[in-house]
């Protein structure tokens, strides 16, 4: 286990591209000249899972359970609390199999006392387990992650998914603390969304294909690498997005999975998520810069998502959702596939 991590850290460093190319770029603004507002009056304050958040992105889940990812952990908590961003530790799972482990996950509690932060768990635990691992980090929310692909592809992975469905409503009903489920790259589709809202579930990370792949980095760890031709399996993180419109206005939907900079982050508030998460960039950018540039970079992020709301007149991140926005090629062939009114996003203003 603790090498796994360790090798899940190395692997998406090394498989991480600075994606020019991403599904990002098949949504464009309709750009208007005349902003008339004022930098100084945009606000970026969001609030998910009943939580409010001074910024509308976070450090997505990824380390923790070995000596080096307690590092990257410290590293991670004490970024988090410098820039004032939540932050989701990596899978408890560790932790709740090792107690020998469980300080590199609680480190990030440690440095970070105040801050939000997210434990993270897989579907198949019970709700015992459930608050052992938010225990740990007296954690603000829990995530639980759905990564049937990854767990498939990694050689010593899961074989039974039979029941994690069942395990997250009665986690639900078990913590007291906001519960949101996540994918790990692959995307979801509406009907994933549908069968966790019937089960309760009011806050979903889609975590979009586009970024980090896990069926990549498992797939390099197994002996023959087989699995090659399910690289591509998922939805990408846009095409999450689409798939959840019938839900942004009832649960919290939240974007992750290949965001690569603040336009990425202000598209998916726009196609209505609530927060967004970013996980193999800033990991990357730590590790070839350290700590006190990636704070830094941090910093100019919240100025540049500023400076985007202002070329688009908005002032707070709800008013995101009235903007126009062109779908193209790859993600407007998948709407009319699955009948998503495409066009609706590009007359959003006018229907106000
Ligand atoms: C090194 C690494 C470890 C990860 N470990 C976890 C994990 O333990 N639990 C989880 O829910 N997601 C995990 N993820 C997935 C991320 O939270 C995220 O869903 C995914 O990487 C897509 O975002 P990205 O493209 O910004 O990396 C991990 C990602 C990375 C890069």
Redesign the pocket.
């Given at each position: 286990m603790n090498n796994r991590?360790d090798e899940?850290?190395e692997l998406?460093k090394k498989m991480y591209e600075d994606n020019s190319k991403s599904d990002f770029d098949n949504l464009k603004f309709v750009y208007n000249s005349l902003s008339q507002i004022s930098l100084a009056d945009v606000d970026l304050k969001t609030m998910v899972a009943n939580l409010e958040m001074d910024y509308p992105f976070f450090i997505?889940?990824?380390?923790g359970g070995s000596e080096k990812t307690k590092l990257i952990n410290e590293q991670l908590a004490y970024i988090a609390k410098e820039t004032n961003i939540a932050m989701?530790s990596?899978?408890l799972s560790a932790a709740l199999k090792d107690e020998g482990v469980k300080d590199s996950f609680k480190v990030i509690r440690d440095i970070n006392k105040e801050g939000l932060i997210f434990a993270?768990i897989g579907a198949e635990y019970s709700k015992a387990k459930a608050n052992k691992a938010t225990d740990i980090l007296d954690a603000d929310a829990l995530?639980i992650?759905l990564?049937v692909i990854q767990e498939l592809i990694m050689p010593e992975g899961d074989r039974d998914f039979s029941n994690w469905l069942n395990n997250i409503e009665e986690i639900i009903k078990e913590v007291s603390i906001p519960v949101i489920v996540?994918?790990?790259?692959f995307g979801m589709s509406r009907e994933t969304i549908k069968q966790l809202v019937d089960v309760g579930v009011k806050s979903v990370?889609i975590?979009g294909f586009?970024?980090?792949n896990?069926a990549s980095i498992e797939n390099s760890r197994r002996k023959k690498a087989e699995f090659d031709y399910l690289k591509n399996f998922g939805q990408s993180t846009v095409i999450s997005l689409l798939e959840a419109q019938g839900f942004v206005e009832k649960i919290d939907i939240i974007a992750?999975?290949?965001?690569r900079n603040p336009l990425d982050i202000i598209k998916s508030l726009a196609m209505g998520a609530k927060a967004v998460?970013?996980?193999?960039?800033f990991?990357t950018y730590l590790l070839d810069h350290g700590v006190e540039e990636t704070i830094e970079l941090i910093n100019s992020w919240k100025q540049e998502l500023k400076v985007i709301m202002t070329i688009l007149g908005k002032t707070n991140i709800d008013q995101l959702k009235d903007l126009d926005i062109i779908v193209l090629k790859e993600a407007k062939d998948w709407c009319i596939a699955r009948d998503i009114d495409y066009k609706k996003f590009a007359n959003r203003s006018s229907k106000q």
């Open positions: 991590k899940h850290v998406a997505n889940a990824m380390t989701a990596g899978s993270n995530q992650h990564n996540k994918e790990v790259g990370d975590s586009g970024g980090t896990f992750s999975g290949g965001i998460g970013i996980s193999a960039f990991l």
